[in-house]
């Protein structure tokens, strides 16, 4: 088989300091990473990167495939249009995702179960996108802050984004509903705040709800993620086995350690408070936001520096927050919150295939692990934005296969 030999690369992965190699690519896989020089059969193509940097791709770990401007209008989430033209939205985000080098993304919510009709279309061909964990509805309860977006005169009877249910059997069946529709990761509203409007100090869910929830999930071998922005619902979320923890405002030292104990994943996802801030400052809405937003702001080295489990990923598709602009979150921990730029590429790399459930098969680079593979014209490390620039990019693999290839300039 004809392989593809990626000379002088600065291969960086988020699980070792960067170094020079050589990358051999079979098929879909990493057939070797050497510093020795790889000799070359006939038919194999090889490329001369000049030292560009080779990473593995990135995941966004809390991604909305059908968000669109969500939040710009009165009606209810994956209500504002038909659920096909939905569906042709959530196809563009995911393509956006996989052009910008996601080749993983695990879904955070979204309508009418598209996100598992997505895999499954990717799986059979009729759609190229990255790997997917497929979300659900949002599950919550009764008012809760997407159920509250329209007023119950209006008697829309259809769910929309939102799974809105009360008590713990009707949440023990909304798990298995979700389950059976084909969500892999269920999305829990526990509290508000996080740009919902209110703080984080209301609950949305019992913690009663909570437990039969993640519970049910589990029996049907399903995982749960969690919105959550206070520190007791945090805690208890850890502590019942929520896999991801989305916002965790409110974290301190407690949550630290129970997160290391419990091994459960964090999404801290501040780029979206920081740009409603900027885009509607002093309202109620963002006033809402602030203490919290500067809360996790000062807490975030300390939980990168214990070793907790950090993820990429956000609110893109909401007003004021395109799909595409996903490296401006990473530009936000680097360049103004201080984590150093290996760590938060370690968080989209390998923590995000974990996270994904692919860790061994993916998000570093090894010999004998999938091809998901990005090279860059640049060097993220002297400056997290080339990340950014698509221009920069000049080529993204997916499992061995070029979902774009610039490579040809470089060839020799
Ligand atoms: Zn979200």
Known sequence: MARLILNDANLLD????????????????????????????????VVALGGCTVMPGMVQAHFHAAYWKLGGGMRPMGLDVSPAHTTLRAACNLRTALDCGHTGVIGAGGPHAIDPAMKAAIAEGSLVGPRMMAGSRDVSSTGHSGDASFPSYMQIGALGGVRAVDGPEAIRHAIRQ???????????????????????????????EIEMAVRTATERGVKTRAHVSNRDATLLCIELGVHIIDHGDGFDEECIDRILARGAFLTPSLLFPK???????????????????EGMVAMLPKINAAGVKLLIGDDYGAAGMDHGIYNEELALYVDEIGIPALDVIRWA???????????????????GKLADLLVLDGDPLADITVLGDRSKLLAILLGGAAIKDQLSLRSS
Not at 20 to 33: C, P, Q, S, Y
Not at 187 to 194: P, Q
Not at 282 to 291: L, S
Not at 350 to 366: F, N
């Open 349 to 367: 790399t390998k923590h995000g295939a974990e996270a994904l459930g692919l860790g061994e098969q993916t998000g570093t680079i090894e010999a």
């Open 275 to 293: 740009r409603m801030m900027q885009i509607a400052p002093g309202i109620p809405y963002t006033e809402a936001m602030k203490p919290d937003f």
């Open 178 to 208: 979700e389950a059976k529709d084909g969500a892999e990761i269920i999305k829990l509203f526990v509290t508000r705040g996080h740009g919902t409007g209110r703080t984080g100090g209301d609950w949305e869910l019992a913690p009663e």
């Open 14 to 45: 988020g699980d070792n300091p960067p170094r020079k190699a050589n990358i051999v690519v079979t098929g879909d896989r990493i057939e070797a990473v050497t510093a020795a020089p790889v000799a070359a059969r006939p038919g194999d193509r």
